[in-house]
């Protein structure tokens, strides 16, 4: 059993990773692993192969960054040869990045079976890439594998029949299992000079609020208060970085004394880090997950989430783009007047060993 596995982006390889290493189980599954190169430098990339123990890529389709359009077709023409030499008898994609729609259409329209993990999840905001990329990797998937019940949910009403759904838990909550286990002898906080509990981090890097700069001002106008109370260590995304350098917002951040600019870190620095904040603030998908399991406050800057199940029950605070309403979600967190976090079901270290097991029955079985 040939599956081709596909990587691209950040969040890719912490996903992909538990998943490389379930196969070992399977004698007769030949996992290959091809990355896209969506994500090239050495911080965004490689650092999590080393960390995350993810075998070095069989193929490197070496991208790089470009416009949706030139980035999401450049894929697609690199990766049809792939497909073509190495008949696999599946593909397995995993999150909702450009990489994983340019995939999963490339091989649907070859007849292999696409498998993908992290399905169901919607924002229901057409104007966020992702959203583009679920919607249309769901649809063209034959094996749809849920980390929370509303991914299961959405699923159902856009008609997908019950025999291809399956709810298996959180892959990104196996590695974080995983890597915890680490964190014992690092240094990050010292060498940072910040105390567990004693520092916020922050991230921030979607388009709909690093691209527009009435966006960004909202929000750097709550970061301004809230820095004066709370140290912020903010770790820069690329994307950020360059539309800091090339806006009019560089100098403002320069003079919060308080907030902190890093470069992107590693996986386990990240992890650390995030262990020992007070609170975390964010536009990501995955560090609502990550928190949430780690049951430490998550303040989410944006308007919409596709993981509900992080507010229902987990510690995360939907707030959106909106200064006093960031402000006040911080002020929760500050006067301790949440209610207890839940770990959703299913988030137990496992998910990727319950995924393979069902992806090796599908396979042997006749169609
Ligand atoms: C992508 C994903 C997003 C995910 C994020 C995680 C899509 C549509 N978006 O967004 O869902 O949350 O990854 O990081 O797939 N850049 C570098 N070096 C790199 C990578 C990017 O400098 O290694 C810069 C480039 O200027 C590039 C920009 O960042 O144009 C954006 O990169 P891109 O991969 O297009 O999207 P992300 O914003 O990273």
Redesign the pocket.
Known sequence: MKILNIVG???NFVKIAPIMEAYKAYPDIEPILVHTG????KK??DSFFETLGIPDPDVHLGIG?GS?AA?TAAIMVAFEPIVLEHKPDALLVVG????TVACSLVATKLHVPVIHVEAGLRSHDRGM??EV?RIVTDAISSMLFCTEESGVDNLRKEGVPDEKIFFTGNVMIDTLVKQQKKLGGLTTLEDLGVQAGGYGLLTL?R?SNVDDPEVFARILDALEVIQQDLPLLFPM???TR?NMQAGRFGERIQKMTNLRLLDPLDYLGFLHLMSASKVVLTD??GIQEETTYLKVPCITIRENTERPITCEIGSNQLVGTQTERILEAYQHVHQGTLRAPQVPPLWDGRAAERIVAAIHGALSSPA
């Open positions: 982006a950040r969040p969506q994500h090239y430098d965004m990339s960054s949706h980035q909702d990045v450009n990489s890439p992702e990329n890097h388009p995304h690329p994307r360059n990501s998908g």
